[in-house]
């Protein structure tokens, strides 16, 4: 069991490598942007041309960072491993009744002809 669980999880860190590191790619240049905005920001101030002003960009909110990246990647994870899909059919999930603690499927409700809906809220 430990097995093939490993090997899907190596199989979806293959899947996801190159969307990863497009989008660390995305933050390093993003953040080089935001740092060469910076210097040129500065050599204006230096020469006293300054119309607007200056853009505050400190090393703690950079994007390119290993929380953002960690950030990124569980994303990418989550999003990867979702039952639903864009374009694809609804997963059929079980649920419990609550009267019986009957377990069934979502899809066992639809009738003929009558859209399924389904409301989830929450009782407060």
């Given at each position: 069991?430990?097995?093939?669980?490993?090997i899907k999880n190596g199989i979806v860190?293959?899947?996801?490598?190159?969307?990863?590191?497009?989008?660390?790619?995305?933050?390093?240049?993003?953040?080089?942007?935001?740092?060469?905005?910076?210097?040129?920001?500065?050599?204006?101030?230096?020469e006293g041309d300054a119309i607007d002003?200056?853009?505050?960009?400190?090393?703690?909110?950079?994007?390119?960072?290993?929380?953002?990246?960690?950030?990124?990647?569980?994303?990418?994870?989550?999003?990867?491993?979702?039952?639903?899909?864009?374009?694809?059919?609804?997963?059929?999930?079980?649920?419990?009744q609550l009267g019986d603690q009957q377990?069934?499927?979502?899809?066992?409700?639809?009738?003929?002809?009558?859209?399924?809906?389904?409301?989830?809220?929450?009782?407060?």
């Amino acid at each position: 069991m430990n097995t093939i669980k490993s090997i899907k999880n190596g199989i979806v860190c293959l899947v996801l490598l190159p969307r990863f590191l497009m989008a660390a790619v995305m933050f390093w240049l993003l953040d080089f942007l935001c740092i060469r905005k910076r210097v040129f920001l500065r050599m204006k101030e230096q020469e006293g041309d300054a119309i607007d002003p200056p853009v505050c960009i400190s090393d703690s909110n950079r994007l390119f960072s290993m929380e953002s990246l960690k950030a990124v990647w569980h994303g990418h994870k989550l999003d990867f491993l979702k039952a639903a899909h864009l374009g694809h059919g609804a997963p059929n999930s079980e649920v419990v009744q609550l009267g019986d603690q009957q377990r069934s499927r979502i899809l066992d409700y639809a009738k003929d002809k009558r859209p399924l809906i389904l409301n989830f809220g929450s009782c407060t």
